[in-house]
Structures are given as C-alpha cells and as structure tokens.
C-alpha cells in the first residue's frame, strides 16, 4: 500500500511540476471594436481603399464614357517654373487614385519631355494595368535614345614611378 501511495504521489507532485513549467498558448486575437479604431487600422484606410475604390458614378467618371481625362496645359519650351510647376503637379497626381494615375501618364506621354522618364518608370511597376500600359507607351518614344554625353578632355597619363616597374 505504501508504494502505491508513495508512486500517487511521486505522479501528482510531476503533474504539478509539468503544470507550472509548461509553455502558456499565446492569447487570442479578437477582431478590435469599431468604437475606438486601432492605429495600425487607421494608417492602413487610404491603402484599403486603393484596393476597394468606392464606386464613381458612371457620368462623373472620365474614363468609362471615352472621354480622355483633363489635361493640364504643357509649359513652353525655356519655362523652368511652368515646367517645374508640371513636373509636382504629375508627381501629386501620381499620388492619386487610379484615374489622377493614368491622367498624370497621359498628360507626361502629351508632353514628351525627357523629365518625365521617373514618373514613367514608376508607372511601369503600378498595381494598374492600364496605368503600367500606358507607361509603358509612353517611355516607348526614348527607347533607342542616347542622350549626349558632353566629351571631357583626356586625363593626363602621370608615368608611374621607376620602382613600380621593377615589383611587376
């Protein structure tokens, strides 16, 4: 009898042990309340709503009734602060939803400016198809395009050291 007691209690005492040196299960996540939004929630709204746009009446939206987005006027030839100005109004709508994306391509593929090849590049790796096709239309007219690199004068060739010659 006492060695069946004495192996009850040798099993409870390991029972015990395991218990209190066991790994606890991670909590659970429960879904945050809609009451008071999580900050990590808030900082991902804009890029949710990149992927679910809220419908756009058929009538407002330029692009399903053919119509071609408005377009900006382009700067004259010497104009560096229209230019400029044109370069941050692309950038800001590149910014923008999916329509301001493929707006501000169109509008750099109408100018044909060599400064708009960045925002051309950067519209070949958007989520858009249609964005990345018409990227990729545009930057089709500098393919091949070499730009001219001006041609500095030749480095003077300094003749090395006598003792050089001698490690070779």
């Given at each position: 009898?006492?060695?069946?007691?004495?192996?009850?209690?040798?099993?409870?005492?390991?029972?015990?042990?395991?218990?209190?040196?066991?790994?606890?299960?991670?909590?659970?996540?429960?879904?945050?309340?809609?009451?008071?939004?999580?900050?990590?929630?808030?900082?991902?709204r804009p890029q949710l709503a990149l992927l679910h746009p809220a419908p756009v009446p058929h009538q407002l939206h330029p692009l399903s009734i053919g119509q071609?987005?408005?377009?900006?006027?382009?700067?004259?030839?010497?104009?560096?602060?229209?230019?400029?100005?044109?370069?941050?109004?692309?950038?800001?709508?590149?910014?923008?939803?999916?329509?301001?994306?493929?707006?501000a391509i169109q509008q750099a593929h109408r100018w044909g400016e060599r400064a708009?090849?960045?925002?051309?590049?950067?519209?070949?790796?958007?989520?858009?198809?249609?964005?990345?096709?018409?990227?990729?239309?545009?930057?089709?007219?500098?393919?091949?395009?070499?730009?001219?690199?001006?041609?500095?004068?030749?480095?003077?060739?300094?003749?090395?050291?006598?003792?050089?010659?001698?490690?070779?």
């Amino acid at each position: 009898m006492s060695g069946s007691l004495l192996a009850a209690v040798a099993a409870l005492f390991s029972l015990g042990l395991w218990l209190a040196t066991r790994r606890r299960p991670a909590p659970r996540l429960v879904a945050p309340s809609t009451a008071f939004p999580d900050p990590v929630e808030a900082l991902n709204r804009p890029q949710l709503a990149l992927l679910h746009p809220a419908p756009v009446p058929h009538q407002l939206h330029p692009l399903s009734i053919g119509q071609p987005a408005p377009l900006a006027p382009l700067p004259r030839a010497g104009d560096a602060r229209q230019r400029q100005l044109l370069l941050s109004r692309l950038g800001a709508l590149m910014a923008g939803d999916r329509s301001q994306r493929l707006a501000a391509i169109q509008q750099a593929h109408r100018w044909g400016e060599r400064a708009v090849l960045p925002l051309l590049r950067r519209g070949l790796r958007d989520v858009d198809p249609a964005v990345c096709a018409a990227a990729a239309q545009a930057i089709e007219r500098y393919r091949g395009r070499i730009e001219a690199v001006p041609v500095a004068a030749p480095i003077p060739q300094v003749p090395l050291p006598r003792n050089v010659a001698r490690t070779r």
